[in-house]
């Protein structure tokens, strides 16, 4: 079991939204992935810790997309996505959590997540979510910079791939987190 403080821990959940959970992922489902966000996100609501919800959306037109001067830019639909999206995914949000708008990988830059973790008095983070090695991984990096702790429950983490949620979880994440399942995680 891996114990944490409630008064001093938060759960961040990246990207557990209607146009990404469908997505084809490995090595879990994205019904997977929310699944365990909303069985952490209920534990962390009954040991009184602050849920942290975060979902990226850009513009019509996407001019607020990061940079695609790149050799693999990402590629976005004509015009914009439908309007469901971004929604978080039905029954994940209840009342009381914090919902950040992103518009790149990272939770933390250009929101007020860090901001808001702060002035809450949270020194580690749980983390879980879609995509292992862009999202989540981006978040993990920016909070480790920023001096949280991190957890990462794995088996709520996915991605596009097997090879790719391996690199992170295996090779990335163990510099910046202790990785674990979701059911070691203990609020007390």
Known sequence: ????????????????????????????????????????????????????????????????????????????????????????????????DMVITKRQWGAFYGTELDLQLRRRGIQAIVLSGIATN???????????EHGYDLVIAEDGCTSFSQALHDMAVQQIFPRLAHVVQSQNIVLK
């Open 1 to 96: 079991m891996f114990s944490l403080n409630p008064e001093t821990t938060a759960l961040v959940l990246i990207d557990l939204q209607n146009g990404i959970i469908n997505l084809p992922l490995e090595p879990y489902s994205g019904d997977k992935a929310l699944s365990v966000g909303k069985t952490l996100a209920e534990k962390f609501r009954k040991a009184g810790a602050p849920v942290f919800l975060v979902r990226v959306t850009f513009s019509e037109n996407f001019p607020d997309v990061p940079p695609r001067n790149v050799d693999q830019p990402a590629k976005y639909p004509e015009g914009s996505y439908s309007p469901e999206w971004d929604q978080l995914a039905d029954g994940l949000k209840q009342s009381g």
């Open 134 to 144: 862009f999202g989540v991984e981006s978040t993990a990096r920016q909070a480790w």
